[in-house]
């Protein structure tokens, strides 16, 4: 099923920019595929870091209180 698919997108390449060479490498596909993965690693990392953030601070607070108004 993977097989068929790279070979439908390679088809496709081939045909919209008239070149029998045409490669992903070539088009630049890859270098763009492997930025959208850092980006996505980069933002998930913000978003994790965020909550985490907000956890801690939620946990820091409960002590604070149990500590000082107990």
């Known amino acids: ?3 068929a698919a790279l070979a439908v ?3 496709i390449l081939q045909g919209l ?3 029998p060479l045409a490669a992903p ?3 630049g596909v890859n270098s ?3 930025f959208d ?3 996505i ?3 998930l990392a913000a978003v994790f870091l965020a909550l985490m953030s907000v956890q801690l601070n939620f946990l ?3 002590i604070f209180w149990t500590v000082f108004f107990h």
């Open 41 to 43: 690693l980069v933002l």
């Open 25 to 27: 490498d070539i088009l």
């Open 17 to 19: 920019t008239h070149n």
């Open 37 to 39: 993965i850092v980006m």
């Open 9 to 11: 997108a390679g088809t």
């Open 1 to 3: 099923m993977v097989r």
């Open 60 to 62: 820091l607070s409960l």
């Open 32 to 34: 763009s595929a492997a």
